[in-house]
């Protein structure tokens, strides 16, 4: 048995993924739930969700094998946010169609190769946004690096991909998507009834509206916000009748000089539109690209959130339910077996670091956020 353990939880439901299970027939129960897991194949990485479980509550998580069992976990439901359910969206990122291979010391490929429209990098993005789907997500918000270097063909992967959402799909770019001798993709993704702005757009949904920005700058990896951009965000985030998601690409730096890779928005620009967005509306959520990483932290407020790629390690989608009073992330992997037998292989990247540093702590990946408008804590 190989590291089962517990890696997304909502108000009744929880995420319990898997490196390999016996042959014989097993059964993982939390609570007064209980899920057969003997359709999986044993040896091969896997994934469950288990649902109807107590809100904010403890619960033990145990496997039985063979009339045996034994605690494997343990974790707490997430208290749901106030008030009824308005809406659900979901977001992913950093899909890199078109890329080869992921990563150094050492550089990960999959052999034996694939031709790109059944590579890893489509299997996952198709695999997550299923998923998002089924979750109950009536959007989707893609955050960036669609293509891994902007070619035409990368394209029009990106663009079938997406073009087969159930939802309405809603875009930016990152800093793959307009590396030098990159084309330009809006073009070939309005065919297929995907649109692309060049200015900030909103959407508004029950609860909440959904403001997607640009921070990718032609031929550079780093990020910016210039004046007019902030003065457009700041707007239409204030202007909701309700409460904001403003998305970018780039993360905005904490310190004046580029503190991490890969480099995001400078503080000089960043902290402005952060400091911006918190007078103009309290009840914002503020999430971002680019690292590959699970984060959450607070900037002026605000709860700011970095949601790792859907296709390395651990390979993920968020989901958003939003409700009067606040909204709840939740940050699932993608859990076809083919996905995760990918995903689990670049956990060797950077001599296994990337394993460690990459999926973040649970309380980063999934909370729930009250609007500061609400009496009581601020998050749980």
């Known amino acids: 048995m190989n590291e089962i353990g517990v890696f997304g939880v909502e108000d009744t439901a929880v995420q319990v993924c ?32 288990l649902e109807g479980l ?74 997550a946004i299923a998923e998002a789907t089924a979750w109950g997500a009536q959007a989707l918000v893609v955050k960036g690096d669609l293509t891994f270097s902007g070619r035409p063909k990368q394209w029009e992967l990106v663009a079938e991909v997406l073009g087969d959402a159930p939802m309405p799909v809603h875009t930016t770019l990152g800093n793959h998507d307009v590396v030098p001798k990159s084309t330009d993709g ?33 031929r550079r990896s780093v990020g910016a916000v210039d004046r007019h951009q902030r003065e457009t965000l700041v707007r239409l985030a204030g202007g909701s009748a309700g409460a904001a998601f403003v998305t970018l690409h780039h993360y905005v730096d904490r310190l004046p000089v580029p503190s991490r890779y890969p480099a995001g928005i400078p503080k000089r620009e960043g902290e402005p539109l952060l400091r911006a967005l918190a007078q103009a509306n309290a009840a914002t959520l503020v999430s971002f690209g680019h690292t590959h990483r699970n984060r959450r932290g607070t900037r002026h407020g605000l709860a700011v ?76």
């Open 186 to 218: 809006r073009d070939i993704l309005a065919r297929h009834g995907i649109s692309l702005a060049d200015e900030p757009v909103s959407v508004d949904l029950p609860g909440i509206r959904l403001v997607v920005g640009h921070s990718a700058v032609p």
């Open 18 to 49: 898997w490196e390999s299970l016996p042959a014989a027939d097993a059964v993982l129960r939390a609570g007064d739930v209980d899920v057969p897991l003997d359709h999986h194949d044993p040896g091969r990485p896997g994934a469950v969700v």
């Open 305 to 380: 959130t970095e949601v790792g790629s859907t296709k390395d390690y651990p390979g993920v989608w968020a989901g958003y339910a939003v409700h009067e009073g606040g909204i709840r992330q939740v940050v699932r992997r993608i859990s076809p077996p083919d996905c995760l037998e990918w995903t689990d292989k670049t956990r060797r990247v950077l001599g296994g670091f990337w394993g460690l540093w990459a999926p973040g702590r649970l309380t980063s990946r999934c909370f729930s956020h009250q609007w500061p408008a609400h009496p009581g804590s601020a998050q749980r």
């Open 54 to 127: 107590a809100p904010d509550t403890d619960h033990e998580l145990v496997l039985e094998v063979g009339g045996g069992r034994r605690a494997v976990g343990a974790f707490r439901t997430l208290a749901p946010p106030p008030g009824r359910l308005l809406c659900r969206f979901a977001t992913i990122s950093d899909l890199h169609i078109g890329e080869r291979g992921f990563g150094l010391l050492p550089r990960v490929r999959e052999l034996p190769a694939r031709p790109p429209e059944e590579g890893y990098a489509v299997r996952c993005a198709r695999a």
